[in-house]
Structures are given as C-alpha cells and as structure tokens.
C-alpha cells in the first residue's frame, strides 16, 4: 500500500471517531425531543462521501501514487480540514452531529467562526477534506465525477440549514455557553 494510501485510511479512521461523537449526540438529541431534518439529503451526503473515499483511495492504489508536491497539498488541506472538524465540534459540543438535527429551543451558537463564515461545518472541513484527498490520491476521476454531485448535495443541505436558521433557531435566541 502507498503512503497515500495509508494516510486515506488513517483521515477515514480519524472520520470514525467523530461519527461516533455524532451518534452519541444524535441518541442524546432525540431522547431529549429534539428532530431530524433533511434525512433523504443525509443519505445521498454519506453514499458520496463513502464513494468518495473509497475512489480515491482505488486510484491511488491502482495507478501507485507516490507520494510527491501535490499529495503534500493534499495532506496540508486533510489537515488544516481534520483540525477545523475538531473546532467546529468543540463549539458546538453536544449539538453538533453529522446529520442536520435541532434540539429543543435550539439556539443559535454566537461564535465569531459561525458570524463570519457561513457554514464552516462545509466550507472549512467538508470542500477541504475532499479537495485534500483528491490531491493526495492524485484522483481526477474521482474528483471530477463524485465532485460536482457532492457539491449539489451540499447545496441542499446548505438551504435546508438556511431555513431552519431563519425560521428555527435565530428566532430562538442566542446560546450561553
């Protein structure tokens, strides 16, 4: 197996660990009275991001990619990805899931992260992360097929959280944390 391989395998693994956080979360949020939106979205965000990963790992593997400049790009957007994950997830703490879910009376999170850039969940650790891979795994074809279809998914869940922001939880106040 290829460094790029390997380093796939460990951002997947890396990915694991947070699903799990999410699940722990989500059981909390639904126990609580909490709800689930989106989840046709949700289905098609997690078969592309399966894919995704699984393509570029099978062109890395297949074509023996050595790890050179570009996959060095890749790993620094991996990274800088993984670390803004681990942030939005310290700011959110038990609200924050894979899924698009709301608590009761969910309150909007007054952090200057979520002030100043829309939707960092996406934009700062989701665009990255794929970018990232792609790079690494010098994947074009996973890139230029799985790419466009993930960012219109993406573009849905993105108006689906719009809505529930400006109907639901801007509405609802500002958490205290």
């Known amino acids: 197996?290829?460094?790029?391989?390997?380093?796939?395998?460990?951002?997947?693994?890396?990915?694991?660990?947070?699903?799990?956080?999410?699940m722990k979360n989500e059981k909390a949020i639904l126990a609580?009275?909490?709800?689930?939106?989106?989840v046709q979205n949700t289905k098609y965000i997690t078969i592309l991001h399966i894919l995704f990963y699984l393509s570029c790992f099978a062109e890395a593997t297949i074509r023996q990619v050595w790890f050179d400049a570009l996959s060095a790009i890749g790993l620094g957007l991996l990274l800088f990805s993984m670390f803004m994950l681990y942030v939005v997830t310290q700011l959110l703490g038990d609200i924050w899931t894979v899924k698009l879910m709301l608590?009761?009376?969910?309150?909007?999170?007054?952090?200057?992260l979520f002030r100043y850039v829309k939707h960092p969940n996406y934009f700062l650790n989701i665009v990255p992360?794929?970018?990232?891979?792609?790079?690494?795994?010098?994947?074009l074809i996973s890139f230029c097929i799985l790419f466009p279809l993930y960012v219109v998914v993406l573009y849905n869940r993105i108006k689906e959280e719009e809505k529930l922001l400006k109907e639901v939880i801007?509405?609802?106040?500002?958490?205290?944390?």
């Open 1 to 22: 197996m290829t460094l790029s391989g390997l380093i796939v395998l460990a951002v997947f693994v890396f990915r694991l660990v947070f699903l799990k956080i999410s």
């Open 32 to 38: 609580n009275g909490g709800r689930e939106y989106g």
């Open 103 to 112: 608590v009761n009376d969910h309150k909007f999170v007054d952090h200057w």
């Open 129 to 139: 992360e794929l970018i990232g891979l792609a790079l690494l795994c010098h994947s």
């Open 170 to 177: 801007i509405p609802n106040g500002i958490a205290q944390k």
